[in-house]
C-alpha cells in the first residue's frame, strides 16, 4: 500500500490490524522506513504520517531512534 500511494484509509486499518496483532510501533515505522528505498521518499512519508497519526489515537508514544 506504501508503494500504491493513494491507500491512506487502507493503510489506516493495517496499521491498527499490525498493532492488534502484537507488532510494536517500531517495528511498523522501521517497515515503513524500509519502503523508502522501493517506493521512494514522498510514498513513505505518506505512509508514516498514517502511522504516525494512528500511534497518536491509540496513545503510542512516537518512534525514536530507527535502527
Do not use: W
Request: aromatic residues 2%; negative net charge.
Amino acid at each position: 500500500m506504501t508503494a500504491l500511494g493513494g491507500c491512506e484509509i487502507e493503510l489506516d486499518v493495517h496499521v491498527n490490524a499490525a498493532l492488534n496483532v502484537g507488532l510494536t510501533a517500531t517495528e511498523i515505522a522501521e517497515a515503513l522506513l524500509h519502503s523508502a528505498v522501493y517506493a521512494g521518499m514522498p510514498r513513505a512519508i505518506n505512509a508514516t504520517l498514517v502511522a504516525k497519526k494512528v500511534f497518536a489515537e491509540r496513545g503510542r508514544p512516537p518512534v525514536q531512534n530507527l535502527s
